[in-house]
């Protein structure tokens, strides 16, 4: 079988993973500290309407040297440092220009961008890094596991650069800032959780940029594996800002919406930064463990409705 067909293959099972999570079965529902959640209410949340997904949310500061970027659905980080800036999760193609412009309004430069790293292999968080590496040069840096669904990622036919293939524990570096990847799979192959200790106020705070844990789909025994690692590996982290590659996993518009008052970025004399959030690092987790035992639980007996 030949790369090619086997490219075609990943990218039409990933289609289809996202049509099953969109229109399959709305079961089962969890409840998680009083909220009831179900499959279909998870995935609203975390996508929006069209216009979320491409609609520019202000750009802001979050923390040290940390600026969030995306829309209002689907996060973008910008890491600024000394020596060039790297950026997280490229979106959509189309979102690119948003992502652009944010990073102006922000007033840094995007030529300036050095590194484009990933948090998983989904067209809405990575379909968007051939045109970063076309308008900036930037190294793009990948986890082993997701290389070769992102190649799969080809939108207009342009072949998805990869400059740099990493694996679990490895980090990035650039300007000071250091980046280390935890493989935590199971929603995609390679999904990966960064982490960063950062410096804001004369104070260190460990940042987890968490890639989405929701299962889809079959749950394999490999699949089941691979999320009761993932659910062990992220909660283990050491964690003050808990963020993550939709925002409605870190609450970021309710926690954005506190600093209105203070103009962006975050006017540090206007009172305690909301996203400082240790007591819920684990709340997006809590969640997609509670929806993960269930579904397992369900397959597992068998039911279909």
């Not at 989405?212 to 050491?238: C, E, H, M, Y």
Request: proline letters at 6%; glycine letters at 8%.
């Amino acid at each position: 079988m030949t790369n090619r067909i086997v490219l075609a293959i990943v990218s039409v099972l990933v289609l289809a993973v996202n049509a099953f999570a969109q229109g399959g079965p709305d079961h089962p529902s969890v409840m998680v500290h009083g909220q009831v959640y179900t499959p279909r209410s998870i995935l609203a949340r975390n996508m929006g309407t069209d216009a979320d997904q491409t609609t520019q949310l202000p750009p802001h500061k979050i923390i040290g040297n940390i600026y969030y970027v995306g829309t209002k659905t689907l996060s973008s980080f910008l890491i600024v440092t000394p020596q060039g800036n790297i950026l997280m999760d490229s979106t959509y193609e189309r979102n690119v220009p948003v992502i652009q412009k944010s990073v102006a309004d922000l007033g840094f430069k995007f030529s300036d961008i050095k590194i484009l790293l990933g948090n998983h292999a989904h067209g809405d968080h990575q379909e968007g890094d051939a045109a970063v590496k076309q308008l900036t040069g930037a190294q793009v840096i990948a986890m082993a596991e997701d290389v070769d669904t992102l190649k799969a990622i080809k939108p207009g036919g342009k072949e998805h650069p990869i400059d740099k293939i990493i694996h679990d524990g490895d980090s990035v570096m650039l300007g000071g800032t250091k980046l280390v990847a935890h493989l935590t799979a199971g929603h995609t192959p390679g999904c990966t959780t960064w982490t960063a200790v950062v410096r804001d106020g004369g104070k260190d705070y460990n940042v987890v940029f968490h890639c989405s844990l929701r299962s889809q789909g079959n749950l394999t025994p490999a699949i089941v594996d691979q999320f009761n690692r993932s659910f062990k590996v992220v909660r283990a982290l050491p964690c003050d800002v808990p963020l993550g590659d939709h925002p409605a996993q870190y609450r970021m518009l309710e926690k954005h919406a506190k600093l209105a008052a203070g103009g962006l970025p975050r006017a540090e004399s206007r009172g305690p930064n909301p996203f400082i959030d240790k007591a819920n690092c684990n709340l997006e987790t809590d969640i997609m463990e509670a929806m993960f035992q269930a579904t397992l639980a369900e397959q597992q007996t068998g039911k279909t409705q």
